[in-house]
Nanobody
């Protein structure tokens, strides 16, 4: 069974930084796309950043130049470095990994709260 554990959320002032991490464990053969999503109160979940197995990266326009996604294939991990945080970045952040394992599919982290105060 595949499990994802997120860490790194918290409370930060506007202009500050946070780093989120997501680690996958289980009988994993490989991981294809890795992504971070976020969901603010009263809003739909939105895609923040994606990194493919070939390290092709895409970002939402709202975070370009401020956030950096990276992956460590040996550790089955994906990180999201968030700089110059704004109050509008406040949300629950979720990692999502497309895993090839005994059960193949998209697996989600439990979510971690990021709160940016003005």
């Amino acid at each position: 069974q595949v499990q994802l554990v997120e860490s790194g959320g918290g409370l930060v002032q506007a202009g500050g930084s946070l780093r989120l991490s997501c680690a996958a464990s289980g009988n994993i053969r490989r991981i294809n796309d890795m992504a971070w999503y976020r969901q603010a109160p009263g809003k739909q979940r939105e895609l923040v950043a994606t990194i493919t197995s070939g390290s092709r990266i895409t970002y939402a326009d709202s975070v370009k130049g401020r956030f950096t996604i990276s992956r460590d294939n040996a550790k089955n991990m994906v990180d999201l470095q968030m700089n110059s945080l704004k109050p509008e970045d406040t949300a629950v952040y979720y990692c999502a990994l497309d895993v090839v394992a005994a059960v193949t599919g998209r697996f989600w982290g439990q979510g971690t709260q990021v709160t940016v105060s003005s």
